[in-house]
Structure formats: C-alpha cells, structure tokens
Antibody, heavy 121, light 112 residues
C-alpha cells in the first residue's frame, strides 16, 4: 500500500534550519508530486509548496519564498523540506502528502504522519 | 492568497444532516472544479473525504457528499454519527504565481 513516512520530531533554536524527510513506498515515486503542508498548534492547514520528483521542479507559497527548499532523492524514493531562519511561529506539525498534479488529479492522498518542529530558545 | 472561509464550528445531533460551507473567490473555488475536503481527528493526519467537488474516494461513506455553487463549495454529512466529530478543511486548486493550492480556515464539527 502507498505509504509516506516522515522523520521524527525536531527542536530548533530561532535562526536555525530544519530538514524533514518523507520516505515513500508502494508506488512509483516519480509519478506523483509531493506537497508539503503545515499546521501550527490549534490552527488550520497551510500549503507550503510542492515538488515534482520527476524533474525536481518546485513551486513555493509566497509566504515561504526564500526560506524553504524542497528537494528529492529518487534513488531512495524520498522527498525533503528544508526551512531556514526559523522563528517561534514556525512551530508546527509539518506534513507531506501526495498528489497527481500532472494528470489534473489535484487532491492530497495519502498523508504522512506529520513531523513536529518546535522552535524555542 | 487568502484562506478560504469556513464557519468555525458546526454542530448537529446524531442522525441529522449538517452542511459546511467553504467560500472563496472567482479565482479559486469559483473557477476550478478542484475542491477537496479533508477530515482530521485530534492528533491525526488529515484524511481525504471528497475530491473534484463531489467525488468520493473508495472507502468513504456515502453519507459524505460535496457540491458547489458559484464561489462556495459545501460538504454535507448526512446521518451524523459520533465518529464524524472532527475538524474539516476544504482545499482548492489556485494555480497562481503566489500559491498553487489554498486551504479553508477549518470547521469543527460537534456531534451533540
């Protein structure tokens, strides 16, 4: 079955960077986009950006432009999300999820289990 | 890109029907038939419930249905059950230079 398994929780200081991994299995990695979504404590979902594992092309939400980098390693079917210059309001659960944007199948399914990033001095 | 607008909370008694609205603009919800809905229980990852406005993925109960009129999409839960108590989020494809997707503000469904 299709699975997205994310790396574990992180605690970072303000100004630092965090890199989260999303290891996929059960499907052709290069056939689907990986999307990244975050959720601050008690808040709603926020779309951060996407990567096309086939060519590595990315699109980032304006709110994260310049601070986020999404990459992938096709040899191990894993996507990564790197967020730098962390602030306290970056404290959130970060999710990866899959979509088939190239085919116009613009929904997210399934989702990773989430990675809690805590930014605190 | 502003978040789509949802009511903060919706409630109903077991067996009743409730409807959650999701209001956007003519550039997102009103333009594309690419609205999806997600259910999220506390401490869990979101789960796809509806895609392309009104389609149900395999395994999702027929009690969940979606629709759209103009710039507003809606999720209806009929025959409300205790297990339906959760947060619900809509999402629309936008495809703009500032954002490809936008989520709704989220609605807490309470089963009385």
């Amino acid at each position: 079955q299709v699975q997205l398994v994310q790396s574990g929780a992180e605690v970072k200081k303000p100004g630092a960077s965090v890199k989260i991994s999303c290891k996929t299995s059960g499907y052709t990695f290069t056939g689907y986009y990986i999307q990244w979504v975050r959720q601050a404590p008690g808040q709603g979902l926020e779309w951060m950006g996407r990567i096309n594992p086939s060519g590595g092309g990315t699109n980032y939400a304006q709110n994260f432009q310049g601070r986020v980098t999404m990459t992938r390693d096709t040899s191990i079917n894993t996507a990564y999300m790197d967020l730098n210059s962390l602030r306290s309001d970056d404290t959130a659960v970060y999710y990866c999820t899959r979509s088939d944007d190239r085919s116009g199948l613009n929904w997210f399914d399934p989702w990773g289990q989430g990675t809690l990033v805590t930014v605190s001095s | 890109q502003s978040a789509l607008t949802q009511p903060a909370s919706v409630s109903g008694s077991p067996g009743q029907s409730i409807t959650i609205s999701c209001t956007g603009t003519s550039s997102d919800v009103g333009y594309y038939n690419l609205v999806s809905w997600y259910q999220q229980h506390p401490g869990k990852a979101p789960k796809l419930m509806i895609y392309d406005v009104n389609k149900r993925p395999s395994g999702i109960s027929s009690r969940f249905s979606g629709s759209k009129s103009g710039n507003t999409a809606s999720l209806t839960i009929s025959g409300l059950q205790a297990e339906d108590e959760a947060d619900y989020y809509c999402c629309s494809f936008v495809g703009s230079s500032t954002s490809i997707y936008v989520f709704g503000t989220g609605s807490k469904v309470t089963v009385l």
